[in-house]
């Protein structure tokens, strides 16, 4: 069965701080993409990252970093310095059909991150 | 930048009317799915389409649902009925098939079903 969890409903943190948002996936695919989404007050859904099941280097983009490691199925999504801005849902998902024409998304609870001033 | 276009922003509907939900996915994109988002719960998917057809479908995507490419750049949902519960957040995305199965999100069409 395919599942995401986001076991953390809601964190709140202050301005600055680091913030590590976990995701744990299950499948029983060998080839699967994981992606994380950040949802705004306003409502759309915004692509942040996307790591393929062989790709488990894992990558930093400014403030953000994310931890892919197969052995535990977990996906983790880290904000340095966090910044009222990123106050936001964060979802995780999971694809595992990326190469025919399905490829759905199966998403997790997602996280509401307040970051406060 | 190309971006996924939902029309309307919100859709005020009584029970049992039918609505139909737009969008025009990015121009040369492939696939086309729709979400749904009810009130504080989670993404669901609902529908996947490719090559003018559905390729896979949840278990919400019943009888009362419908999906649609009636020209080159539109991509319709349909509810023939609508129900209180179909009250929620309805996304549609697109993908190209070679950008690395990212899919590309609308801003979303709120659906009130009174």
Redesign the interface.
Known sequence: AQKVTQAQTEISVVEKEDVTLDCVYETRDTTY?L?W?KQPP??????LI?R?SFDEQNEISGRYSWNFQKSTSSFNFTITASQVVDSAVY?C?L?ET?????????????TELSVKP | EPEVTQTPSHQVTQMGQEVILRCVPISNHL?F?W?RQILG?????LV?F??NEI??K?EIFDDQFSVERPDGSNFTLKIRSTKLEDSA?Y?C?S?SGTD?????????T?LSVL
């Open positions: 993409y992606f989404y306003s409502g759309e859904l915004v692509f996307r393929n979802f998902a694809s990326p190469y025919n024409q399905g490829g759905k998304l199966i998403f997790g609870q997602g | 696939y799915y979400y719960q989670k993404v669901e998917f996947s490719y090559n390729s896979e949840s957040m996304f995305a993908r690395k199965n990212i899919q590309y999100f609308g801003a979303g709120r």
